[in-house]
């Protein structure tokens, strides 16, 4: 960035900003910008909770940021969908405080939010990338190569139809699928919203669930009893005679967080995920209504459980964040002996 707006615009400056250690590095952007008048904060979520409450820490007396900073209005956030967190972050940051969504990825500035958030983002359309939409019905990763002619440019997209995203940049991209499953709310203007990654489906039953009805069935109904969802996965189980599990299901692993008003009974809990995952998906509901499925499992970790799994596979920073579901066991497997610790 130019040098005056480093100087004059930016914190926490390039010598926080670069530091690989996010406690450390967390600690220092507190400590740097507690005295500081911030105006606009930008991050992931998940990790501005974290950073305002190591600001709380370096101030207690205030109620949330917009005590510590009066010309705080916008905070700018991406990476993950907003909703579990969303009450939280209001609590948090402060009453007044603008919320802006953008769609970024190393490959490219992909959308903004340009109107209410329920229209979802509009696709940047005049910044030098070419689009194009491969729907998920025809999504093989191991026949990527054959699938060109499947795919549409943005004048050939509807709305509510997934696709697989795929780009062309002045970079030397060509026709690179980023691994991101988008639906557009609307053509004109073009205006999509995330559902989630293509590698990240729960279908090991066919029941065809997406990242965003698990985090939309998960934050309706934690707001629904004022619970704080700080992480979350979700993981089939398969049936095993021996054990006398004759059908599959699905075990939610849910970090919630500490003081949150009385804790669910994860019985309770995995009954109301069931009725809203009915609500969201027609192949699930199918699935649980023709006894493909069983009820499911609920298991509440304890703190930091999440945050041990990140930090083993080199995962724990603000870019960093866990896969909301698999159609595998990969990450459920490594969550149990850190549930048990």
Known sequence: MPGWVEHHLYEPGTAIAQLADWPA??????????????SLLAGIPSWVLILAEALRQQRPAIRHLQDLWPHFECFIHGGVPLAPFAEELRAALGPSVNFHEVYPASEAFIATQDAEPAAGLRLMTHAGIFYEFLPMSDFDEPNLAALGPKTVPLAGVKTGVDYALLLTTPGGLARYVIGDVVRFIST?????????????QLSAFGEHVIEKEITDALTTVCQRHRWSPVNFHVAPIFAH????????????????????????????????????????????EAKRQGGGLETPLVRLVPPRVFEHWLRQHGKWGGQSKTPRCRSDRLIADALAPLHHD
Do not use: C, F, M
Request: proline share 7%; aromatic share 6%.
């Open 25 to 38: 590095k967390i600690a220092a952007i507190a400590a740097r910008t507690a005295p500081r008048d911030i």
């Open 188 to 200: 004109t203007p073009p205006r999509l919203i995330y559902v989630g990654r293509t590698q990240l």
């Open 241 to 284: 005679a021996a054990s006398g599990q004759n059908r599959g299901r699905h075990e939610w692993w849910i970090e919630l967080k500490v003081g949150s008003t009385q804790a669910p009974d994860p019985v309770v809990l995995a009954q109301e995920l069931d009725v809203e995952l009915q609500r969201l998906n027609e192949d699930y």
